[in-house]
């Protein structure tokens, strides 16, 4: 599982911001070539983003290209500029505003065949957007669309638009819905195909960028319905991010005590369903650990509590 927690976007066409997001401390940073990027500024954009690559560091373990839709005239020319110049410095394209299979199959094919001709020595994988009423009605199909993909991601401007919601500001709350949230139905639906086919899923951006507390209230909720993680439109968001997706401590040391305590029980004792502390687990108390326990290393973190202190409590 790669940590995506915070996905940091970053504009083709800005030199000087791609050269600041070396820096950042975000899982992922992926360069934008799509809305971020003015049509007359998109061709330039592909030259700035690898310089930018060859030229920098970055500390994201994770770069990723966001390219044009397949329905525009800019997106096959992405692909090949990106991946037969830099395709070694990265680690795969996001595909926007994709609303059928085939959408995703093109750009595989087509990634395939320049990995081909190139003899690029690595696999490089897709994110693909949801960010239409099309797209999310096709989303089944699209997330077993090819085996590159790695995740699924909310579009929420594109799809506010698409859904004809009242409102010009993504990811902020919509007045006359009283206290619920208008995009639950949406994160969980996507959420339910990428765990479906073995995929991540990544909520949008939250375009306020200086509403801290808003920010974090929206990556809660996400975090809340089994995301992995959002993106980040500012490094002040990065932070945020890497906290609010990253399991505690103490929920991260009780994941790792769980695994190691039903190891014991169901391959030493031969038993399905044993106390652990005060509460009763079994396979499905397994399965939620592993998830708890993935995020956590993945984010690099490391013990500091034992079987016993969750034995013993009580």
């Known amino acids: 599982m790669r940590a995506r927690r915070s996905c940091l976007s970053v504009p083709g066409s800005s030199p000087k911001f791609l050269a600041k997001a070396a820096g950042l401390p975000a899982d992922e940073v992926f360069f934008d070539l799509e809305d971020s990027v003015a049509p007359l500024e998109k061709e330039a954009a592909r030259g700035n983003i690898i310089e930018a690559l060859k030229n920098n560091e970055f500390v994201a373990p994770t770069k990723i290209v966001r390219i044009n839709g397949v329905y525009t005239k800019w997106c096959y020319r992405d692909v090949i500029t990106l991946v037969e110049e830099a395709g070694h410095l990265i680690d795969g394209l996001m595909i926007p505003k994709v609303e059928y299979p085939s959408d995703v199959v093109f750009v595989a094919n087509l990634l395939r065949m320049i990995e081909d001709t190139v003899g690029l020595n ?10 239409t009423a099309i797209g999310l009605q096709n989303i089944q199909a699209i997330a077993a669309a090819s085996d590159r993909m790695e995740d699924l991601i909310l579009g929420p401007a594109d799809m506010s638009a698409s859904l004809g919601l009242p409102t010009v500001t993504a990811g902020a709350p919509i007045p006359g819905y009283g206290n619920l949230d208008h995009w639950h139905y949406v994160l969980t639906h996507i959420n339910v195909a990428a765990r479906a086919n073995n995929l991540q899923s990544i909520d949008g951006p939250y375009l306020l960028i200086r509403d801290l507390d808003g920010f974090r209230e929206a990556a809660m909720r996400a975090r809340a319905l089994g995301y992995d993680g959002k993106w980040a439109l500012h490094p002040d968001q990065v932070a945020i991010l890497n906290e609010v997706f990253t ?59 034992g079987v016993d202190d969750f034995l013993n409590v009580g």
């Open 122 to 131: 690595k696999r490089l994988g897709l994110e693909v957007q949801i960010e």
């Open 247 to 305: 399991p505690t401590q103490d929920e991260y040391d009780k994941a790792e005590a769980i695994l190691e305590h039903y190891k014991h029980a169901t391959e030493v004792e031969r038993k399905g369903a044993v106390m652990f502390g005060k509460e009763m687990i079994d396979e499905a108390s397994r399965k939620m650990a592993e998830q708890v326990a993935a995020r956590g290393e993945a984010a690099g973190m490391t013990r500091a509590k």
